[in-house]
């Protein structure tokens, strides 16, 4: 629970992990323009992220849902920490608002795999040669075992969902590259996560 602000939506992942993710998107998000965050989830990333960037206006986004705990923690960022707009991966309709880069922390491994499929679909449609989109969460390699922290999750999260579950960074990689998508970056993170950078290719 977050003591100060009750009312709010509080994960302490996100407080564990904002730092080690914020000296990577230094590395790979533009000087300016908007950056698109897909699957916000409670905000505090969304909160904390503008707050680092002040040159660029975040945009959060997640289903309807989860947007009125998102536009509780945009009360204490910057003018930059943009609205939250309502965006679900898994719909056939699915159109991304216009962006210079797109952040997606911990979300891939919650959707449904099409999910995965329809985000780069989308992004291809709407980045820029050159643009970039980062990913956050744990994959698996098919050159390694699962960790046992993650296999254990993996299970968890199958358990209550079939159709979440973590992914194949091999095909994750493939559905990207089908998408003009080249993978800049693979950066191990705390707690056997990873930063992946996929850059739109020219």
């Known amino acids: 629970m977050n ?4 009312e709010r939506p509080y994960a302490i992942a996100c407080d564990r992990n904002r ?3 914020l000296a990577v998107l230094r590395e790979c998000l ?3 323009g908007r950056v698109l965050e897909i699957g916000s989830g409670t905000g505090q990333h969304a909160a904390y992220f503008s707050s680092a960037f002040p040159n660029l206006d975040w945009l959060p986004s997640d289903l309807p849902q989860h947007l009125a705990g998102i536009s ?11 609205a939250p707009v ?7 309709a699915l159109q991304l608002p216009q962006a210079d880069a797109i952040v997606c922390i911990n979300t891939l491994h919650i959707v449904a795999w099409q999910g995965t499929h329809q985000l780069f679909t989308a992004a291809g449609r709407m980045l ?3 643009q970039a989109v980062y990913l ?5 390699y098919a050159d390694r075992p699962l960790e046992p922290s993650n296999e254990q999750f993996d299970q968890w999260l199958k358990a209550r969902d079939p159709a979440s579950g973590i992914r194949n960074f091999e095909d994750l990689s493939r559905i990207a590259q089908e998408q003009g998508f080249s993978l800049e970056a693979d950066v191990p993170m705390p707690a056997n996560n ?9």
């Open 194 to 202: 990873r930063s992946l950078i996929f850059r739109r290719a020219s």
């Open 136 to 140: 956050y969460g744990p994959y698996r």
């Open 3 to 6: 003591v100060s602000h009750p």
């Open 86 to 92: 309502g965006l679900d991966l898994l719909s056939d």
């Open 30 to 32: 533009p000087a300016k």
């Open 19 to 21: 730092d080690p993710i």
């Open 128 to 130: 820029s040669p050159g």
């Open 72 to 82: 509780l923690w945009r009360q204490e960022a910057g003018q930059n920490c943009l």
